[in-house]
T-cell receptor, first 113, second 114 residues
Framework: SQKIEQNSEALNIQEGKTATLTCNYTNYSPAYLQWYRQDPGRGPVFLLLIRENEKEKRKERLKVTFDTTLKQSLFHITASQPADSATYLCAPPSPNRDDKIIFGKGTRLHILP | DGGITQSPKYLFRKEGQNVTLSCEQNLNHDAMYWYRQDPGQGLRLIYYSQIVNDFQKGDIAEGYSVSREKKESFPLTVTSAQKNPTAFYLC?????????????FGQGTRLTVV
């Protein structure tokens, strides 16, 4: 069956450094991947979408890559700030093309001042 | 302001009672979703609807029911058959289509059953 794996352990990064989060998927080939940010007690907020024919997408300090050979997407935050501390969720489409959105468990990111 | 609204933010119920969580959107979105999130866990899909008067079960539909009588509204009822209903419930909406459209989420309802 299809699987989405994110490092569910918390990631601690020093302020100013680049944070890199990983999303691995197995047993299917999504046409795109979305990344969301979730703060405690709140709903997720959309950040970026990258399609299978795009190697990289940027938005301000955020960068997402999509490697269909490795079946992996990397999410980078450059010049990280304490305000970037949150849980980041990877969301590929459903493999059944039925308009469901499925989410990885997310990675908790802590930016240390 | 366009958005998606869940109410209430906090809800307490006694065991054995049904409870209905509200979700309303004014974004003119066709598709709406209900997710459940437990502490330290990801989002699990309960039900989704792509069009009025139609909805499909997600991965954990047992003990839940929904209706979609209006495009703007997708209420979720947590029934007494749900074994462990205490959780954080999130509603989302998006434009219909499998080409990749972002989902907008409500602020969530934290349900506690005692």
């Amino acid at each position: 069956s299809q699987k989405i794996e994110q490092n569910s352990e918390a990631l601690n990064i020093q302020e100013g450094k680049t944070a890199t989060l990983t999303c691995n998927y197995t047993n299917y080939s999504p046409a795109y991947l979305q990344w969301y940010r979730q703060d405690p007690g709140r709903g997720p907020v959309f950040l970026l979408l990258i399609r299978e024919n795009e190697k990289e997408k940027r938005k301000e300090r955020l960068k997402v890559t999509f490697d269909t050979t490795l079946k992996q997407s990397l999410f980078h935050i450059t010049a990280s700030q304490p305000a970037d501390s949150a849980t980041y969720l990877c969301a590929p489409p459903s493999p059944n093309r039925d308009d469901k959105i499925i989410f990885g468990k997310g990675t908790r990111l802590h930016i240390l001042p | 302001d366009g958005g998606i609204t869940q109410s209430p933010k906090y809800l307490f119920r006694k065991e054995g009672q049904n409870v209905t969580l509200s979700c309303e959107q004014n974004l003119n979105h066709d598709a709406m979703y209900w997710y459940r999130q437990d502490p330290g866990q990801g989002l699990r899909l309960i039900y989704y609807s792509q069009i009025v008067n139609d909805f499909q079960k997600g991965d954990i539909a047992e003990g839940y029911s929904v209706s979609r009588e209006k495009k703007e509204s997708f209420p979720l009822t947590v029934t007494s058959a749900q074994k462990n209903p205490t959780a954080f419930y999130l509603c989302a909406s998006k434009l219909y289509g499998t080409g990749g459209t972002e989902a907008f989420f409500g602020q969530g309802t934290r349900l506690t059953v005692v």
